[in-house]
């Protein structure tokens, strides 16, 4: 059973900083992974998806990384503001027949300080 | 462009009533889906649709049920809501069943 995890569950940094989130999942059989940010009482935005045969993709001030062959991913998040504060998910699509679900973590919930 | 639409945007429900989610997307997406969200437990999946006319399981599905009459609309329905529904429920759409999803803005349901 593909299982995802995602570590600190909650960081606080400065304004400013360069920061990575990480997610590791233990079934490396995977169609794509997928970073949502997730602002108080909204529902999710979808920031980067990565298919299983990319490294990474990169979009503005973010960029994830993935590693299939280690079960990793990170998401880089340069020149942090106040604004990038909300709780970030990762979330992988498992290869398997039939297979619909993505599988998420449970968040790591950032706080950047002015 | 709106996207995703959910309503309502919360509800309080007496227990055993019956309750239907509304999910709409203008994006002429194939493929829908309905999760909930619990704290300590994260989203998980209850229904999805490929396309049209045909739906599936998810990973929680006891107690709900869906259609997909056409390619916009996806419904939940509670036919006999329960406290253990109470949820924030989201709905999401993708182009097909292993594309990038993306998420309406949810509905927060509470059962008493």
């Known amino acids: 059973k593909q299982e995802v995890t995602q570590i600190p569950a909650a960081l606080s940094v400065p304004e400013g900083e360069n920061l990575v989130l990480n997610c590791s999942f233990t079934?490396?059989?995977?169609?794509?992974l997928q970073w949502f940010r997730q602002d108080p009482g909204k529902g999710l935005t979808s920031l980067l998806l990565i298919q299983s045969s990319q490294r990474e993709q990169t979009s503005g001030r973010l960029n994830a990384s993935l590693d299939k062959s280690s079960g990793r991913s990170t998401l880089y998040i340069a020149a942090s503001q106040p604004g990038d504060s909300a709780t970030y998910l990762c979330?992988?699509?498992?290869?398997?027949?039939?297979?619909?679900?993505?599988?998420f973590g449970q968040g790591t919930r950032l706080t950047i300080n002015p | 462009i709106a996207g995703i639409t959910q309503a309502p945007t919360s509800q309080i429900l007496a227990a055993g009533r019956r309750m239907t989610l509304r999910c709409t997307q203008d994006m002429r997406h194939n493929a829908m889906y309905w999760y909930r969200q619990d704290l300590g437990l994260g989203l998980r999946l209850i229904h999805y649709s490929n396309t049209a006319g045909t739906t599936g399981k998810g990973e929680v599905p006891d107690g709900y049920s869906v259609s997909r009459a056409n390619t916009d609309d996806f419904p939940l329905t509670l036919a006999s809501a329960v406290p253990s529904q109470t949820s924030v429920y989201f709905c999401a759409s993708s182009e097909g069943s292993g594309n990038e999803q993306f998420f309406g803005p949810g509905t927060r349901l509470t059962v008493l």
């Open positions: 979330a992988v699509l498992p290869q398997l027949q039939g297979a619909q679900k993505l599988v």
């Open positions: 079934d490396s059989a995977i169609y794509n």
